[in-house]
């Protein structure tokens, strides 16, 4: 039987726990395991797991029975399929970290903790920069005298120790360095991971333009009316001037001395209605 701890997706479960019920079982059937789970409908459980409905609370309660799940892995299942079936982003998130508290002790947790809680605080990514100037790089105190805004020295080393059992950096006496480990993790996680971090960058941008000198600031904007079939383009194009500016850093031959943030966002201001 397949662990629902190894699922990101209560449908992607559902379906497997369904084929593999068929394969070993020659009386298995669906509507066997309606009538064992107490749904009415004999094609229920087709339907969500084809992706046509969802699952409400009653339902989550008489799947867990059918699947035979215990209390822990049902409340997990539960969790899962909240999880799945948010609508809004701060939903997902709220259903997320009670994912993460929900996996059996020593359980290898496939939602990507690591890279979820890399990404929950923008100075996690900022630090992971620090480290390659030199300055920086010996301990929490020195990194925490460069961070601005400032960050207590505490959530310093916190993130000093996730990104070190995370393997993106390591301690080499008295120092840190990078490694060249890339993290990766699935789309769900990632997209919510993402988007938590834009949302605390985009405020560090706004506080930037209230009190930051002229000199170390660069803010522009473009309101253009488009075609909607160009966002494509528009968008790669945006990409491939990321790339440009990480390449041009990269490469340059000068000593790191700050942390940069670059934000570039495109928006549509307006909604296809009818008459457009």
């Known amino acids: 039987m397949q662990s629902v701890y190894t699922y990101d997706d ?3 479960y559902l379906r497997d726990v369904i084929a ?3 394969r070993t079982s020659r009386t298995f059937s ?3 395991f309606n009538q064992r789970a107490g749904l009415k409908s004999s094609g229920h459980l087709k339907l969500i797991i084809d992706g046509a409905r969802n699952l409400s609370q009653e339902t989550i309660y008489r799947l867990t ?3 035979g799940l215990s209390e822990p892995e049902s409340r997990f299942f539960e969790s899962l399929v909240h999880f799945n079936q948010s609508k809004t982003h701060d939903e997902k998130d709220f259903h997320y970290q009670q994912l993460l508290t929900k996996y059996p002790p020593r359980h290898a947790q496939l939602l990507d903790a690591d890279y979820y ?3 929950s605080h923008w100075y996690t990514i900022a630090i992971l920069e620090l480290i390659r100037i030199e300055a ?3 301990n929490a105190a020195r990194i925490a005298k460069h961070l601005k805004p400032n ?3 505490n959530k310093i080393r916190q993130s000093l120790k996730l990104l070190e059992q995370s393997g993106m950096i390591r301690c080499v006496g008295a120092r ?3 490694t060249e480990k890339m993290l990766t993790t699935s789309d769900a996680v990632r997209s919510l991971a993402v988007t938590k971090f834009h949302e605390q960058v985009t405020e560090l941008a706004l506080q930037a333009l209230k009190h930051d000198p002229v000199p170390e600031k660069e803010f522009s904007s473009l309101t253009i009316a488009i075609a909607r079939e160009d966002l494509p383009q528009l968008k790669q194009r945006i990409q491939e001037f990321r790339r440009y500016i990480h390449a041009l850093i990269e490469h340059s031959e000068r000593p790191r001395t700050d942390v940069a943030q670059l934000n570039i966002h495109l928006f549509t201001m307006t909604s296809q209605g009818d008459d457009v």
């Open 151 to 153: 960050v207590p020295a």
């Open 65 to 67: 029975r059918g699947l």
């Open 30 to 32: 669906y509507r066997q």
């Open 20 to 22: 593999t019920k068929k």
């Open 176 to 178: 840190y360095e990078r």
């Open 117 to 119: 809680h890399l990404f």
């Open 136 to 138: 920086c790089a010996a």
């Open 10 to 12: 209560y449908r992607a």
